[in-house]
């Protein structure tokens, strides 16, 4: 599946809005305010759908690796596989156990999720223990990790993962994190959306 192809697909899909930029195509999707980016060489599969919720939509199978992912793009979200847990932290860190975590999460789910965290962890009538939260706090990087390897770049929702991140992270049990330079240069966004805008539209 070439460029063009990919593309006139994914583009049957109403209220998005696609484009070719430099090798990829790109598929915005205004109701996150994200993007997905995508290789035509990575896209294996695809077939149209109508989402539980009634909207039309698109299901890609997408080669990340070794691994085959279910990527699905409707008019209003995007869903995909968050990332393994045991992937996230060093081999030898201890593996907090960790919520039951869904196979698929929408991009509106993750936001509202880590969003409504975020804005509880100031809260002192909040009575999470420390290994729930920081439970919690991984299954949310999860989430993001995913986001990044489906090829979306959710700066706001990581946002208010580094305000918790830094307000608790000292007291938690998740971790140390394994390095991982895509995650770094997210965290480079959000610092340098930080200085241009306020906290509150970095994180709303």
């Not at 960790?98 to 969003?115: G, I, K, T």
Request: proline share 9%; hydrophobic share 50%.
């Amino acid at each position: 599946m070439d460029l063009e192809e990919l593309a006139q697909v994914i583009a049957e899909v109403p209220e998005i809005e696609v484009s070719i930029e430099g090798g990829l195509v790109v598929t915005r999707v205004p109701a996150i305010g994200d993007a997905v980016r995508l290789e035509p060489v990575d896209v294996l599969d695809w077939e149209y759908l109508i989402a539980p919720s009634g909207v039309p939509g698109i299901e890609l199978e997408v080669r990340r690796g070794h691994e085959r992912l279910p990527l699905i793009i409707t008019v209003d979200d995007v869903v995909f596989m968050p990332a393994y847990a045991a992937d996230m932290v060093e081999p030898d860190a201890p593996l907090l156990r960790v919520p039951s975590s869904p196979n698929l999460v929408a991009y509106s789910e993750m936001h509202r999720d880590v969003r409504a965290l975020g804005k509880a962890i100031d809260d002192p009538a909040l009575e999470l223990d420390p290994e729930t939260l920081g439970a919690t706090l991984l299954v949310h990087r999860c989430f993001l990790a995913g986001a990044l390897r489906a090829g979306l770049w959710p700066v706001r929702v990581a946002a208010w993962w580094e305000y918790m991140w830094a307000r608790v992270g000292n007291d938690m049990l998740a971790g140390p994190f394994r390095a991982d330079p895509v995650w770094d240069q997210l965290m480079a966004d959000v610092t340098e959306a930080r200085r241009h805008v306020t906290p509150e539209n970095v994180t709303p």
